[in-house]
């Protein structure tokens, strides 16, 4: 069965049983205290925590992932940083009768996962084994999913409970939706390693994969940190239980296809053809189990990814972790002499295998082949210079005990763009150590991320990317700001005060607001916003600032959507007597100072979350 098959069935299966086929999200969330989209679940917070209804009940998708903890992973069979989710969900209390269908629990997810893999994918009961949570001080045990799987037919001996790090998931951030879990894993070998009886699921040997895991979502993580700056967190039963599933598609097509890695399945195999013959190597296993031929493999279709859906390399946030990649995937190139119009035909080739599931690599695609080759131009010969300067730094080392100071490392980044990770990876792989700490004492000092990135996590506007802007960028953004709290009060007024900002994002040319709304906005509604954006613009308001404490500012009426990320003393900023917001500012003194506002887009941004565009122009 091909990986587009395998895409088709799950959906088509779990659509036969009312779920909602929704699309994938973005890889850049609508959470900004996340970098990119880990599981497919993230779209569907609102829906899991009960703060918004959903317009359905069930839902299953296939999700584009990006995970940055498996980067250094990334080489061995299964480890990958971008990767498809298939997940299927239930929000919602199963007896609820709030009109929009039954939703399910513990016992239907574990009996839909076993009967998609037995009966649609015929893989072996024999070699299914699974994990519970085995609790601890604040969960209970889940004797029930135990009861659950014995009830359909996997046998005591294949049962097996862990704790938290294995068993207990998310959230996806610092706060959200959580809860036990339970995981399946599939035997690939059949046969137990050194350690016998104790080869079981989670055994490092590798004669396990973990391909499906089921969340009985019902617990949030909430963090309490009004006293003392000191953070606590804690576990609350949420008023429903949902049901939220991921399978990693890259895992289950190498378990369908009988595959030792997922490099050797059709997800990767005709990139990796295109690969051995641009480098002109052998049509060979070895070829493929080579590390620099993974990684390469593995980063140019997230590279290709990350750029379809809007990133930029930078020196910041997910532009970073961009730029990381491309540097990483020209040094691991140069190795094979993979320069750079290779590196070209393979981001196409990605593109020609990618392009039917995801268009947007289509309408993408001369993005992404400039801006790697942009990149490539760039880093190909700091890189060598880089190396040289490396390797000089090191044989002028005395002792594997001084190892790299975090001068040297930092003037590596500065001066030959070498992100850190990557002196650290050059470095391990000649046992030689790294001071770390001190690169980022440099760091700091040289306030390469600048304390506006931070401000962003808090203020939640978007504001401040550690991009240097000019004092004319900086105006254009403050009124921007502005405008975007007028825009999110006039909302409320049309739209109703189910509108909570999602998520901002300001560049001096326009404001982006995510909101949620179930719906799209008729032409009407978009104009009434405007009118009224342009009406409070042309009272010419004060825009008034008072720091108080949180409680207080959300006692007065403020709005504030990133509650657990404020600080203890918030400023609320207030526009005349229309606007009040928690917020980091800084805004104009008067609305007057905007202009013209005009709303230049409206679309869907995730499930339940509408995005607005919208620019000022000159009067
Ligand atoms: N959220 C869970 C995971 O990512 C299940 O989808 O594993």
């Given at each position: 069965?091909?990986?587009?098959?395998?895409?088709?069935?799950?959906?088509?299966?779990?659509?036969?049983?009312?779920?909602?086929?929704?699309?994938?999200?973005?890889?850049l969330?609508?959470?900004p205290?996340?970098?990119?989209?880990?599981a497919?679940?993230?779209?569907?917070?609102p829906?899991?925590?009960?703060?918004?209804?959903?317009?359905y009940?069930?839902?299953?998708?296939?999700?584009?992932?990006?995970?940055?903890?498996?980067?250094?992973?990334?080489?061995?069979?299964?480890?990958?940083?971008?990767?498809?989710?298939?997940?299927?969900?239930?929000?919602?209390?199963?007896k609820?009768?709030?009109?929009?269908?039954?939703?399910?629990?513990?016992?239907e997810?574990i009996?839909?996962?076993?009967?998609?893999?037995l009966?649609?994918?015929?893989?072996?009961?024999?070699?299914?084994?699974?994990?519970?949570?085995?609790?601890d001080?604040?969960?209970?045990?889940?004797?029930?999913?135990?009861?659950l799987?014995?009830?359909?037919?996997i046998?005591?001996?294949?049962?097996?409970?862990?704790?938290r790090?294995?068993?207990?998931?998310?959230?996806?951030?610092?706060?959200?939706?959580?809860?036990?879990?339970?995981?399946i894993?599939y035997?690939?070998?059949g046969k137990?390693?050194?350690r016998e009886?104790?080869?079981?699921?989670?055994?490092?040997?590798g004669?396990?994969?973990?391909?499906?895991?089921?969340?009985?979502?019902?617990?949030?993580?909430?963090?309490?940190?009004?006293?003392?700056?000191?953070?606590k967190?804690?576990?609350?039963?949420?008023?429903q239980?949902?049901?939220?599933t991921g399978?990693?598609?890259?895992?289950?097509?190498?378990?369908v296809?009988?595959?030792?890695?997922?490099?050797d399945?059709?997800?990767?195999?005709?990139?990796?053809?295109?690969?051995?013959?641009?480098?002109?190597?052998?049509?060979?296993?070895?070829?493929?189990?080579?590390?620099?031929?993974?990684?390469?493999l593995?980063?140019i279709?997230?590279?290709c990814?990350?750029?379809?859906?809007?990133?930029?390399?930078?020196?910041?946030?997910?532009?970073?972790i961009?730029?990381?990649l491309?540097?990483?995937?020209?040094?691991?190139?140069?190795?094979?002499?993979l320069?750079q119009k290779?590196l070209?035909?393979?981001a196409?080739?990605?593109?020609?295998?990618y392009k039917?599931?995801?268009p947007?690599?289509?309408?993408?695609e001369?993005d992404?082949l400039?801006?790697?080759?942009?990149?490539?131009?760039?880093?190909?010969?700091?890189?060598?210079?880089?190396?040289?300067?490396?390797?000089?730094?090191?044989?002028?080392i005395?002792?594997?005990?001084?190892?790299?100071?975090g001068?040297?490392?930092?003037?590596?980044?500065?001066?030959?763009?070498?992100?850190?990770?990557f002196?650290?990876?050059?470095?391990?792989?000649?046992?030689?150590?790294?001071?770390?700490?001190?690169?980022?004492?440099?760091?700091?000092?040289h306030?390469?991320?600048?304390?506006?990135?931070?401000?962003?996590?808090?203020g939640?506007?978007?504001?401040?990317?550690?991009?240097?802007?000019?004092k004319?960028?900086?105006?254009k953004?403050k009124?921007?700001?502005?405008?975007?709290?007028?825009l999110?009060?006039?909302?409320?007024?049309?739209?109703?005060?189910?509108?909570?900002?999602?998520?901002?994002?300001?560049t001096?040319?326009?404001l982006?607001?995510?909101?949620?709304?179930?719906?799209?906005?008729?032409?009407?509604?978009i104009?009434?916003?405007?009118?009224?954006?342009?009406?409070?613009i042309?009272?010419?308001?004060?825009?008034?600032v008072?720091?108080?404490?949180l409680?207080?500012?959300?006692?007065?009426?403020?709005?504030?959507?990133?509650?657990?990320?404020?600080?203890?003393?918030?400023?609320?900023y207030?526009?005349?007597?229309y606007?009040?917001?928690?917020?980091?500012?800084?805004?104009?003194?008067?609305t007057?100072?905007?202009?013209?506002?005009?709303?230049?887009?409206e679309e869907a941004?995730?499930?339940?979350?509408?995005?607005?565009?919208?620019?000022?122009?000159?009067?």
């Amino acid at each position: 069965m091909s990986s587009k098959q395998l895409r088709k069935k799950f959906l088509s299966f779990f659509k036969k049983r009312g779920h909602k086929i929704v699309p994938s999200s973005s890889l850049l969330p609508d959470d900004p205290s996340v970098l990119f989209t880990t599981a497919g679940m993230q779209q569907f917070v609102p829906f899991l925590t009960g703060r918004i209804t959903p317009l359905y009940r069930k839902a299953c998708s296939v999700q584009k992932c990006f995970r940055t903890d498996d980067i250094e992973e990334v080489g061995d069979n299964f480890h990958h940083t971008f990767f498809e989710m298939l997940g299927n969900w239930s929000f919602g209390d199963p007896k609820a009768k709030d009109g929009i269908g039954d939703g399910y629990f513990k016992k239907e997810a574990i009996k839909f996962a076993l009967e998609f893999l037995l009966n649609e994918l015929g893989l072996d009961k024999k070699r299914l084994y699974v994990t519970i949570f085995k609790g601890d001080k604040e969960i209970p045990k889940d004797t029930e999913a135990k009861e659950l799987w014995i009830k359909y037919g996997i046998p005591k001996d294949r049962i097996f409970e862990f704790g938290r790090k294995e068993n207990f998931w998310g959230p996806t951030g610092e706060v959200g939706p959580c809860g036990p879990c339970s995981e399946i894993h599939y035997d690939l070998t059949g046969k137990p390693c050194k350690r016998e009886d104790k080869c079981a699921p989670n055994c490092p040997c590798g004669r396990f994969i973990e391909i499906w895991n089921l969340v009985f979502m019902e617990y949030e993580k909430k963090i309490d940190d009004q006293k003392s700056g000191i953070r606590k967190y804690y576990y609350e039963l949420l008023p429903q239980k949902n049901i939220d599933t991921g399978i990693g598609l890259e895992r289950l097509t190498a378990v369908v296809q009988n595959k030792r890695s997922s490099y050797d399945t059709d997800l990767f195999s005709p990139i990796g053809r295109e690969l051995e013959n641009l480098v002109g190597g052998t049509m060979s296993d070895s070829f493929f189990n080579r590390k620099e031929v993974r990684i390469i493999l593995d980063h140019i279709r997230a590279i290709c990814f990350l750029i379809s859906d809007g990133v930029l390399p930078s020196n910041v946030e997910q532009g970073y972790i961009l730029r990381r990649l491309l540097r990483r995937i020209i040094r691991y190139g140069n190795t094979l002499n993979l320069g750079q119009k290779s590196l070209i035909n393979l981001a196409k080739k990605v593109v020609s295998v990618y392009k039917d599931t995801y268009p947007e690599l289509s309408k993408k695609e001369n993005d992404i082949l400039t801006i790697i080759s942009s990149e490539y131009e760039k880093f190909s010969k700091a890189l060598e210079r880089g190396l040289r300067q490396f390797n000089k730094l090191i044989s002028k080392i005395p002792s594997n005990e001084t190892g790299i100071s975090g001068k040297q490392a930092f003037e590596l980044y500065t001066t030959y763009g070498f992100p850190l990770e990557f002196t650290k990876e050059l470095a391990s792989e000649r046992g030689i150590r790294i001071d770390e700490k001190g690169f980022y004492k440099e760091l700091e000092k040289h306030k390469a991320i600048s304390g506006k990135g931070r401000e962003k996590k808090f203020g939640g506007h978007g504001l401040g990317e550690a991009r240097v802007f000019s004092k004319e960028d900086e105006e254009k953004i403050k009124r921007l700001h502005t405008a975007t709290h007028l825009l999110h009060q006039a909302l409320r007024d049309v739209l109703g005060n189910q509108v909570k900002q999602m998520g901002s994002d300001i560049t001096p040319e326009r404001l982006r607001f995510d909101f949620s709304y179930p719906k799209k906005l008729t032409s009407e509604q978009i104009e009434k916003v405007e009118k009224i954006v342009n009406e409070k613009i042309k009272e010419n308001l004060p825009v008034k600032v008072e720091e108080m404490k949180l409680e207080r500012a959300i006692e007065s009426g403020a709005l504030g959507f990133f509650r657990a990320k404020y600080p203890e003393i918030v400023k609320v900023y207030s526009i005349g007597s229309y606007s009040k917001e928690i917020c980091a500012g800084p805004h104009v003194s008067h609305t007057k100072e905007l202009g013209e506002f005009k709303i230049i887009k409206e679309e869907a941004s995730s499930a339940g979350v509408r995005r607005i565009k919208a620019v000022l122009k000159k009067v």
